[in-house]
């Protein structure tokens, strides 16, 4: 059947398609959707900075040809577009916003990434839209590459699954394909399931049984990979898209898409079957925690430790929020000052970097604008569809194409309200499209009266140096975020080999290779909020250089609530003699980390060095009556109980330690003398 071009419908870029789609633009297409996922991370510590490296030069480029074989000189052309919309005006304001919140960030180097981060899908959506609005092709043929893409990824699940079997893998954890993680290769189906959708519900023949083959893959894939929010997650689209299309049918009065319903529940019934069979009679029967059924991993909801993490993490963002709610926190500096109160609360070294909900995350870094205008992308691209769906006469031509952004949007806030897909740019390249269709298919809200042949800029040459201007101004910071990311490749390619030395057991590195090499972002660890520095002090010292491992550590101010300069300050000036010095950092090491053992233990050690036995008493006192349930600092203090000849107090202690550690009662009775 002979596919008819889009109807004009008032107040939106008429979309005209030419006799044949442009190759140049099918293969920015497929690099947008295909580069940023598949590059490998080159023996970087993470894939995140070659990846996002990629997307930003593709903008670039992509940008200077659109600009060239776009722009007209007497009126704005199809990059301007973009901004004439909500959406696009809302995203340009969110990105000024997140610019405002530099002057609150305590480290500009987070603060310099993560810009870059969201202004390369800002400018990838751009590039996007002026492409998808061109020719509505490019979307269905889009929808076509991502639905053999999701294939492709399933059945990646689909061998590993077969090893996991083999025990050839221990834990399903280990199924990632060509992603960072499992939960990222989760969420990237999950995502894609919309073009799936759309070619089942709008397309015919071979494509349409494409749409459907992958789709069945995908219900299968997100079961076997027990990705617990993915679950919630299809089961909403799930029941979304059956409420979408029986309105749709019963408005139409037709029941030849009742077909596509029954289709969809045989999928899922059929991946559920296959799942718990194979779970129950093939899987090895070990400890792996997301070797369980489906029935089990939904209730862990309620119970699992990671939950009560990102609870937490929630809550030390309200915190953090009513700071300053205006501007925030700082963009990128979520990780550096969560650690505040993380330290309250932990006694162990095992934070989580990210919020672990992009929604709240970004209200707390950029304020309560930033946060709203960052909600209102979602919202506007849903109300465009609604708008769309409940008109008395709804164009269907626009509704098919809003169908992709307002579902595909939708799935991506289920991952965004439970994970951190801004940092993810195989997460992020599809995002960027599901807005560029959102903002190529919208109304055209604003007249960018400035630059049209109206204006009260009569002069054509004043006209063109405006948009040049600005062209040269968006083009530097393509840029920049380009130098901003190979910069932060070039990082964690050194931060790969720290860690991999240390983890070795026998560094042998020189402190040269680092001192000299590290970039001037990022200052702290990407998978973690360690200072860089003291990676490399730690070889200064292992090299006997501890006065150049003070002077490097001395002027850090990175990671503020990371006690880690001031531990390893203390142990420098401990190996030069320095008691005063060394007992001083010791001392603010453990009031950044209070319930951290290794801090306190360090700093009753130099008191004891310097006979005073007593302070650590209390010391060791104030942090047992806190942190009951380690066996270690009990047996310090009854020992020194015991040095200072208060025997009692060192029975009494025994007696406490036994009591909140059952467990321990040989030992602790070994060691008080009693067995």
């Not at 990237?188 to 083959?213: C, P, R, T």
């Not at 119970?303 to 993490?313: C, F, L, T, Y």
């Not at 860690?499 to 001037?520: C, K, M, Q, R």
Request: net charge positive.
């Amino acid at each position: 059947m002979k596919k008819q071009a889009l109807k004009p419908v008032k107040n939106r870029a008429q979309i005209v398609e030419a006799p044949t789609p442009r190759t140049s633009y099918i293969l920015l297409l497929l690099a947008y959707t295909v580069i940023p996922v598949f590059l490998p991370n080159l023996e970087a510590i993470d894939s995140n900075g070659l990846k996002f490296l990629a997307l930003s030069i593709i903008n670039l480029l992509c940008f200077l040809f659109l600009m060239m074989v776009n722009e007209e000189k007497n009126k704005p052309g199809p990059i301007q577009l973009f901004f004439r919309t909500r959406i696009g005006f809302a995203y340009t304001l969110f990105i000024a916003v997140i610019l405002l919140s530099f002057t609150k960030a305590i480290n500009m180097g987070e603060a310099f990434i993560t810009f870059s981060m969201y202004f390369s899908v800002f400018a990838a959506a751009l590039n996007l839209s002026v492409i998808l609005r061109s020719d509505k092709r490019y979307l269905r043929l889009i929808s076509i590459v991502l639905a053999f893409v999701l294939i492709a990824d399933c059945i990646a699940v689909f061998y590993n699954i077969l090893l996991y079997i083999t025990n050839q893998i221990g834990t399903i954890e280990d199924i990632k394909s060509a992603y960072t993680n499992k939960n990222i290769l989760a969420a990237a189906i999950f995502i894609k399931m919309v073009f799936s959708f759309w070619l089942l519900i709008y397309e015919n023949g071979w494509v349409k049984k494409v749409g459907y083959f992958s789709l069945c893959c995908a219900f299968l894939a997100i079961f076997f990979l027990s990705a617990r929010a993915f679950y919630y997650g299809s089961f909403l689209l799930l029941t979304s898209v059956i409420a979408f299309m029986l309105i749709h049918n019963f408005r139409n009065k037709t029941l030849q898409p009742f077909k596509v319903h029954g289709l969809v529940i045989g999928a899922i019934m059929m991946a559920l079957l296959i799942f718990t069979i194979t779970q129950r009679y093939l899987y090895p029967k070990n400890g792996d925690k997301y070797n369980i059924s489906f029935t089990q991993r939904i209730s862990q909801v309620n119970n699992n430790v990671s939950d009560a993490w990102r609870i937490g993490a929630w809550k030390n963002s309200i915190l953090l929020f009513k700071k300053d709610p205006l501007l925030g926190i700082g963009i990128g500096n979520w990780k550096i000052s969560a650690l505040e109160y993380e330290n309250k609360q932990k006694n162990h070294s095992t934070y989580l970097v990210r919020n672990h909900n992009d929604f709240i995350q970004v209200f707390t870094e950029t304020g309560i604008f930033g946060g709203l205008l960052f909600i209102s992308l979602f919202v506007l691209i849903g109300l465009n569809f609604l708008l769309a769906f409940f008109k008395k006469e709804p164009d269907e031509d626009l509704l098919k194409l809003l169908f992709i952004p307002a579902f595909g949007v939708a799935l991506y806030s289920i991952d965004a309200f439970f994970n951190f897909p801004a940092e993810r740019p195989e997460i992020q390249s599809l995002f960027a499209l599901l807005l560029a269709a959102g903002i190529a298919y919208s109304p055209l809200t604003y007249n960018l009266s400035f630059l049209s042949p109206q204006s009260r800029i009569k002069n054509l040459k004043s006209k063109l140096l405006l948009t040049r201007v600005w062209y040269a101004f968006y083009i530097i910071i393509l840029i920049g975020c380009s130098y901003v990311f190979s910069l932060y490749f070039k990082s964690q390619k050194l931060q790969q080999l720290i860690e991999s030395d240390f983890a070795s057991g026998a560094p042998h590195y020189n402190s040269s290779l680092f001192l000299n090499g590290l970039p001037v972002i990022p200052t702290v660890s990407s998978l973690g909020v360690e200072p860089l520095v003291v990676s490399v002090a730690r070889y200064m010292m292992m090299e006997g250089k501890f006065r150049e491992s003070i002077s490097l550590l001395l002027p850090d101010k990175s990671s503020p609530w990371d006690s880690r300069r001031e531990f390893f300050l203390a142990n420098s000036y401990n190996k030069l003699r320095k008691k005063d010095s060394a007992l001083y950092f010791a001392k603010k090491a453990v009031e950044i980390r209070p319930h951290y053992f290794t801090n306190v233990n360090f700093l009753c050690g130099l008191l004891i060095e310097n006979s005073r036995k007593k302070e650590a008493i209390l010391i060791l006192q104030d942090y047992v009556t806190t942190e009951k349930y380690s066996k270690e600092p009990w047996l310090i203090l009854a020992g020194l109980y015991r040095e200072i000849g208060d025997t009692i107090k060192a029975e009494n202690t025994f007696n406490e330690a036994i009591k909140y550690l059952p467990s321990e009662k040989d030992h602790i009775l070994k060691i008080a003398g009693k067995k």
